[in-house]
C-alpha cells in the first residue's frame, strides 16, 4: 500500500508529501474535520445538558442532528479531497483511499444525515415548527 510518503507522481522527484499543494490539502481537510467534530461534540453535550434538566428543545434536537449532518458532508468533502491528491492510485478496489471514499459516499446517503436535517435545523432556528414529527 502507497503512502503520501512514498508515493511518488509519475514523471516527479518528490514524494506527495513534499508537495506544496498536498500540504494544503492535508491543512485543509484537518481544519474541516476538526471544525465538524467540534460542532458534534458542542451540539451533543448541550442535548446531554437539557436532557439532564428534562429540558430537550427543538432547538437542542434539531442542532444535533445538523451537527451530524454536517460532520457526513464534511467526511465527504475530506475524502474526495484526499482521494483527488492520491492521484489514479486511489481507484483500485484494494485500496484504503478507494474503501474511504466508498464508506463515505455510502455512508452520506443515510436519511439521519441528509440535507433535509439542514433544513428541519433552518425551520426551528427561524422560530418555525420544525416541519416533522421525527425530530
Partial sequence: MMTAVSKKPIGATQSLRD??????EVGRAE???????????????ALWVAGER????????????????HAASAAVQVVDMMFAAGGA???????RLARCWRDAHAMSHHAGVSAFQFQTGGRVLMGLDPGTQRL
Fill in 19 to 24: 508537495h506544496t499543494t498536498i500540504q494544503i
Fill in 54 to 69: 428534562g429540558e430537550v428543545t427543538y432547538r437542542d434536537r434539531a442542532l444535533a442532528r445538523m451537527a451530524g449532518s
Fill in 89 to 95: 492510485g486511489g481507484i483500485y478496489e484494494r485500496g
Fill in 31 to 45: 481544519a474541516i474535520l476538526r471544525s465538524a467534530r467540534a460542532f458534534v461534540f458542542e451540539a451533543i453535550e
